[in-house]
């Protein structure tokens, strides 16, 4: 058994030195979000938007999006709302009506949202619309999302991402971890992309693809279970990039309950192992062919599952390396347990940091976000098990997780 600390040792050298490339990356490119945003600029309206919106059993929460949406900032003549109910078995379909939303029945079987889209898309591409929109059903829009996503495909954007903001971050801890999770995104992932030039993410909802550059891809093709991060990866390998318009606003609603997350998190991760299979190639290709910067973040990213399956096998190896060294097997689990520990405090520690920092620059704070504050670093590490489970089988089926939040979205000091 002699080989066996030599082994542990190098293993988990190797662990730490491929984390450490790749988050000194993202520490790099979160960095460049000191960068004022790109400003658009103000240009007359004149995008003709389809929205799109898929809906599952949303009656409780569709009306709140309609309503936003027909209370924008921008000529209602240039745009139509088309929610899309699939799989539903409550009046999602009626309640969209009432409200004063087109309604297209899904009339072929979908697994995914993904699928309902190109369903969606297939049938309306003949509408002669410029742009796409696509929001989630339990959304609610700022008053002027049209109109700044119009500044930005005015300005030349072939996709953009709007700021992807919080519905109800003080319901529960959980839904203040998501809250914060997704302020992080914003600040230091898409407005860092952003600083350095390079494409923001596109995040499932909020978001616009402009006609020509589905013209471009061949129509909405997406198969994957992560639509969203399939069409950015799309996007990126045309050539393209995904435009960060902060000033564009939803407010999405944030899971309640662990168990809501969980099933939501496996399935971004499932989704995200479905785009590297399928497009990794592809970025292999790009890059050894005419490397470009914009390519190798997308590869980074597409790292992410692979990150967090090393972070928990680099855990395990730091705590057998530690155990070795005993010399009884006391020692060994004192030694064992210790090591483990201590890195968990200390990504404890920097996770909590990381997170009051986002808070501050985003001016969210709130005495009812401190338990958010403190467990947030426990949301971060339960996601490495639910990531090591999806390596072992992976979701291809969306899930329901049911909208109840009817109300505005709540704001800092009410």
């Known amino acids: 058994m002699d080989w066996l600390f030599p082994a542990a040792l190098a293993l988990t050298g190797t662990m730490g030195a491929l984390m450490g490339l790749w988050g000194l990356w993202y520490l790099l490119s979160g960095l460049a979000c000191i960068r004022k945003p790109l400003d658009y600029g103000f240009h007359p309206a004149r995008t003709r938007f389809g929205i799109l919106i898929a809906a599952r059993n949303e009656e409780l929460v569709i009306g709140p999006l309609i309503n936003s949406l027909l209370m924008q900032d921008y000529p209602q003549e240039l745009y139509d709302i088309w929610v899309v ?21 899904c009339t072929v079987p979908v697994k995914s949202k993904g699928e309902v889209l190109r369903f969606a898309y297939n049938r309306l591409r003949g509408q002669r619309y410029d742009a796409w929109l696509v929001f989630d059903a339990d959304n609610v829009v700022d008053k002027r999302f049209l109109a700044e996503m119009n500044n930005a495909r005015m300005a030349g954007a072939m ?31 898409n407005a860092g992309k952003a600083g350095l030039g390079l494409s923001a993410l596109i995040g499932g909802t909020g ?3 402009t006609q020509r550059l589905l013209d471009r891809l061949g129509g909405w093709r997406t198969e994957t279970i992560s639509e969203d991060f399939e069409i950015t990866t799309q996007t990126i390998l045309a050539g393209e990039r995904v435009a960060y318009v902060p000033k564009a606003v939803t407010y999405d609603e ?5 168990e809501q997350s969980a099933k939501q998190r496996r ?32 590869g980074t990213t597409m790292g992410l599952p692979a990150y967090q399956l090393a972070a928990l096998v680099g855990l395990v190896c730091t705590a057998l390396t530690a155990a070795l060294q005993g010399r009884t097997p006391l020692q060994a689990l004192v030694l064992g347990l210790a090591a483990a520990f ?50 072992w089988k992976r979701t291809t089926v969306w899930e329901e997780i049911r909208h109840t939040r009817t109300m505005a979205p709540q704001l800092p000091g009410r």
């Open 342 to 391: 201590g890195n968990i405090a200390w990504a404890a520690l920097t996770a909590t940091a990381a997170a009051a920092v986002v808070i501050t620059l985003e001016k969210k704070w709130d005495r009812r976000l401190w338990k958010a504050l403190g467990t947030y670093w426990l949301f971060l590490l339960s996601w490495l098990p639910i990531t090591a489970v999806t390596f």
């Open 159 to 189: 996709a953009a991402q709007g700021y992807r903001d919080s519905k109800n971050p003080y319901d529960t801890a959980l839904s203040g971890c998501s809250s914060i999770y997704y302020w992080m995104m914003d600040r230091f992932h």
């Open 85 to 105: 109910p699939n799989n539903c078995t409550d009046n999602t379909a009626l309640a969209a009506e009432r409200f004063g939303a087109r309604v297209l029945e």
């Open 207 to 209: 978001f616009m693809v």
């Open 254 to 258: 944030q899971p309640l309950t662990w």
């Open 267 to 298: 399935r971004w991760s499932s989704g995200t192992l479905q785009v590297a299979q399928a497009y990794l190639p592809a970025v292999g290709q790009q890059l050894g062919e005419r490397p470009r910067l914009s390519v190798f973040d997308l």
